[in-house]
């Protein structure tokens, strides 16, 4: 009996699973020698690890999942929570920086064979508590929030920002704010800023906070008083508002600010356009340095200054402890900085005179 022709577009029947005995069958190994090759163990050569791996990528061969999860007594799930924006679980991915960190973090993640599962903020536990994950990473926890309690009241192990710092099975990576926001201001001050202001977010992070205290900080040891707005809600339109308030708004018998630190995340052409509607013009009268991933910075006119958090090292570090914790069981709380880096540009230069 002939085989019935398929129809355009239907799926190929599937065909016997592929044993790692058939790759080592087909490349003219051992199965000790394939297995070592795809799990980058062993003393092999890199022929024979590229011959293996060739082999098995031509022969369609997957790892039995289960199998390897019953050796190694762990299901290589990581969960990833963003705690700031609790309100509004999914939207952190509009966000350049969050979209950079998540990013690198499933990344880097994916690289050592764990795989990244994003869980919505807030209380959590009707959505893990059925997961069997090894280890949650919850970027930025505002004040308050109980998932860091809940997941290590469960023994998972947390990956988180220094306000996890001391506790027994919580690991942190982070910035230091007070230092990012004195660099930025002590640039601004460079280049002549005297009445600096500064747009914030109204955040408990441990991030906001710093930034916070950094500020206030350094007013008071150049006996400056202190210009605060606070963007009410995460987002282009709430920020936008709190540029155009402290510009317009603070400080009408010295003319307002000279320079503006905007912490809040934005736009940074929008944040410039804000400014244009104020009557201010960057950086004749006004200059500017802006929290922001956002790529749009350099491409403005003029070209924004930002003081990037660089999450895609922040993730990398924090994969590495994660992974040091998971995979060779070091267990003692452990923390690690990552320094920021200001990227200066036209919008904080002060123009020479002519």
Not at 36 to 49: E, F, I, K, Q
Not at 139 to 161: C, M, Q
Not at 232 to 246: L, Q, R, S
Request: glycine letters at 8%.
């Amino acid at each position: 009996m002939t085989e019935a022709p398929r129809r355009a577009g239907q799926p190929p029947e599937a065909g016997p699973r592929v044993r790692l005995v058939d790759v080592a069958r087909e490349a003219g190994l051992s199965k000790t020698t394939v297995s070592a090759a795809l799990n980058g163990t062993g003393r092999l050569s890199p022929a024979v690890r590229q011959k293996a791996r060739e082999t098995a990528r031509a022969m369609g061969y997957r790892p039995n999942a289960t199998a390897r999860q019953l050796r190694a007594g762990r299901a290589r799930l990581i969960g990833y929570v963003v705690g700031e924006l609790a309100h509004a679980p999914w939207t952190f991915l509009e966000s350049p920086y969050f979209a950079r960190l998540t990013g690198a973090t499933a990344a880097t993640a994916l690289e050592r064979g764990y795989a990244v599962v994003l869980l919505p903020a807030g209380s959590l536990q009707d959505e893990w508590a059925e997961l069997p994950l090894d280890a949650v990473v919850v970027a930025d926890p505002v004040a308050g929030d109980r998932i860091v309690d809940e997941l290590l009241a469960a023994r998972i192990p947390v990956f988180s920002d220094r306000s996890v710092e001391g506790r027994p099975g919580a690991h942190w990576v982070d910035v230091d704010p007070r230092a990012a926001a004195r660099e930025s201001l002590d640039h601004l001050w460079r280049e002549g800023a005297r009445r600096p202001a500064m747009v914030l977010p109204d955040s408990t992070t441990v991030f906001h906070a710093g930034v916070l205290a950094g500020y206030r900080d350094w007013c008071a040891a150049h006996g400056l008083p202190e210009r605060i707005t606070l963007a009410a809600e995460p987002g282009n339109g709430p920020v936008v508002a709190a540029v155009e308030a402290a510009l317009g708004g603070t400080g009408a018998t010295d003319g307002g600010p000279d320079a503006l630190f905007v912490v809040a995340e934005a736009s940074p052409p929008l944040v410039l356009e804000a400014a244009r509607r104020r009557g201010r013009r960057v950086p004749d009268d006004l200059l500017l340095v802006c929290v922001s991933e956002d790529s749009t910075a350099e491409h403005t006119r003029p070209a924004v200054t930002t003081l990037s958090l660089r999450p895609q090292d922040v993730a990398r570090a924090g994969t590495e402890l994660l992974m040091s914790v998971l995979e060779f069981g070091e267990s003692a709380p452990a923390g690690r900085l990552v320094p920021t880096r200001l990227e200066v540009r036209e919008s904080s230069r002060r123009p020479l005179p002519g």
